[in-house]
């Protein structure tokens, strides 16, 4: 039995039987990925986010997935300056839905390793089976030395996550146990009890550096990347499974993420699109985030930066799907056959937009074989 088959065979959703699985990313967040000022009713509330897990739940999409952050990145929407905490959210959301599975997200040198095993564990058990972590390592510098320390130079931030997630996953599965390392040390460490989910709950990280992708392969279950192209996307996915199997033998999955624009005709949905990005897109914070994740991350050259800013206002640089039901749905068959395994959709106000997009896209992705019906 692999790595992945404990999940399969306990009937996890992030390992189901859909073909493409689906997702939210960043609904805790003010803009959650949208970097724009476009007039919206979103907001990054608790009362929103339960609606939203409703809605998914209502269309067996899959998780909820929030994004990890401290502070707004500036400009006039001083995008995701409004955020909530992803323990507390999961926390609060685990108690309120039944099928949808939800993530914490975690910038590693902001929680230590035994408080982060316990509430995870925690969360674990009040959704019953239904909760993972998705791991960062912290790349805005701003954001990061808020917290008073200086952000550790890049790879070593991968080294340290790793002592971090060895230990977490000591405490969730060992008895207890000593442990010395080079940024950590447990004495007699010892958590009670274990996770609902055996052995334990879903890892996820976007690490996308050589040491990245080699973080991922070796500690994680679900690799999530940007997808340039759907050719690039193809050879990422390859390459990423390839990389867990030569180097770890382990079994990995990989998701995307897609900013959303789904409306009746392709001219409503092309000007809702170039009204978010070019009339209200707020470059100013595009800027300010271009500026620093390519000092701090490894995996974008300049070029790409400018090419790819018209994206990073639309969802974080995610792929766009843009035009009428049947036109995304297209979009969402060639995805699939680039072998990835799922994609977390970004809309500029999720609470208004889902429930076009469960009557109108979800039918289609189960035509199409992408899904299976809905359980009720
Ligand atoms: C889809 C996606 C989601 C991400 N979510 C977050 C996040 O919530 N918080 C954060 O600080 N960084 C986030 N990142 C940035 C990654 O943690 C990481 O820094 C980036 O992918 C660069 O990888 P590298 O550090 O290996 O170069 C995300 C990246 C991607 C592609």
Redesign the pocket.
């Known amino acids: 039995m692999n790595n992945l088959d404990t999940f399969r065979e306990a009937g996890n959703p992030m390992f189901g039987e859909n073909k493409l699985k689906l997702g939210v ?2 609904a805790n967040c003010s803009h959650a990925c949208a970097i724009t000022t476009a007039e919206t009713d979103f907001a990054p509330t608790f009362e929103k986010n339960v609606e939203i897990a409703k809605l998914l739940e209502a269309s067996g999409m899959e998780c909820m ?5 401290w502070r707004g990145f500036g400009g006039p929407s001083d995008f995701n300056g409004e955020n909530m905490d992803t323990f507390t959210w999961a926390a609060a959301l685990a108690a309120v839905t039944e099928k949808v599975y939800l993530f914490s ?1 975690t ?1 590693v040198p902001t929680i230590h390793p035994i408080v982060a095993a316990k509430m995870a564990t925690t969360i674990d058990r009040i959704s019953k089976g239904r909760y993972g972590i ?1 791991i ?5 510098t701003p ?1 990061m030395e808020m917290f008073g320390q200086k952000m550790l130079e ?1 790879d070593t ?2 080294e340290y996550a790793a002592e971090w997630i060895t230990i977490v996953e000591k405490l969730w599965t060992e008895k207890r146990f000593d442990y010395h390392g080079d940024f950590f040390t447990i004495n007699d460490g010892v958590s009670n009890p274990k996770p609902y989910q055996s052995p334990r709950p879903v890892l996820i ?5 050589p ?3 080699d ?1 991922v392969a070796k500690y994680c279950d679900i690799s ?3 997808m340039e192209s759907m050719e690039k996307g193809k050879d990422w996915v390859t390459e990423t499974k390839r990389l867990a199997v030569d180097k770890f033998n382990r079994e990995i999955g990989t998701f ?2 897609c900013p959303v624009v789904c409306r009746e005709t392709e001219k409503e949905a092309q000007e809702y699109y170039n009204y978010y990005i070019h009339e209200k897109g707020d470059w100013e914070a595009c800027e300010n985030i271009c500026r620093v ?1 390519q000092v ?4 974008h050259s300049p070029e790409m930066y400018k090419k790819f800013k018209e994206r990073f206002i639309a969802g ?3 792929y766009p799907l843009v035009g009428t039901p049947e036109q995304i749905t297209d979009k969402l068959i060639e995805l699939s056959k680039t072998g990835v395994d799922g994609t ?1 959709i970004s809309m500029v106000d999720y609470n208004s937009e889902l429930p076009f997009w469960n009557e109108r896209v979800m039918p289609l992705l189960e035509q199409a074989g992408l899904r299976k019906p809905v359980r009720k």
Do not use: D, M
């Not at 960062?136 to 805005?140: A, I, Q, S, T």
């Not at 990280?205 to 550096?209: H, L, V, Y």
């Open positions: 990313f960043g997935v929030p994004i990890a952050r997200t910038h998705n960062v390592c912290g790349w805005f954001e890049h931030r991968y990280c976007a690490g996308a550096s040491k990245g992708r973080y999530f990347g940007f995307t993420s994740l701090q991350s490894q995996n974080w640089g995610g977390l």
